[in-house]
Nanobody, 122 residues
Framework: QVRLVESGGGLVQPGGSLRLSCAGSGRTFSSYAMAWYRQAQGKQRELVALIRSGGSTNYADSVKGRFTISRDNAKNSVYLQMNSLKPEDTAVYYC????????????????WGQGTQVTVSS
């Protein structure tokens, strides 16, 4: 079964940091773009960060300078380092793999997993 499993979420105070992990199994994802999305309660899922197979990245304007996406192909994993967290970063975070579009978004390859909850609150 091909799947991606997210982990690393939790409760953090504003200004704090978290590192999310996404582990792949069932196939190798090194030739795919990988991305992190988030969905806040009552809102649509949005693209947060994307990393192509070659390592180039795209970020949503709201997280530029605060979040960093990276990948470890040997571990079949992708990570999201989140610094200077704000209450508006509170959401369920999901990862996916797929192909990129000319506009810099991702066409997801897999069904969405359970995600990992990130709550930023004092």
């Amino acid at each position: 079964q091909v799947r991606l499993v997210e982990s690393g979420g939790g409760l953090v105070q504003p200004g704090g940091s978290l590192r999310l992990s996404c582990a792949g199994s069932g196939r190798t994802f090194s030739s795919y773009a990988m991305a992190w999305y988030r969905q806040a309660q009552g809102k649509q899922r949005e693209l947060v960060a994307l990393i192509r197979s070659g390592g180039s990245t795209n970020y949503a304007d709201s997280v530029k300078g605060r979040f960093t996406i990276s990948r470890d192909n040997a571990k079949n994993s992708v990570y999201l380092q989140m610094n200077s967290l704000k209450p508006e970063d509170t959401a369920v975070y999901y990862c996916n793999a797929g192909t990129t579009t000319v506009s810099g978004t991702l066409v997801p390859y897999l069904s969405w997993g359970q995600g990992t909850q990130v709550t930023v609150s004092s």
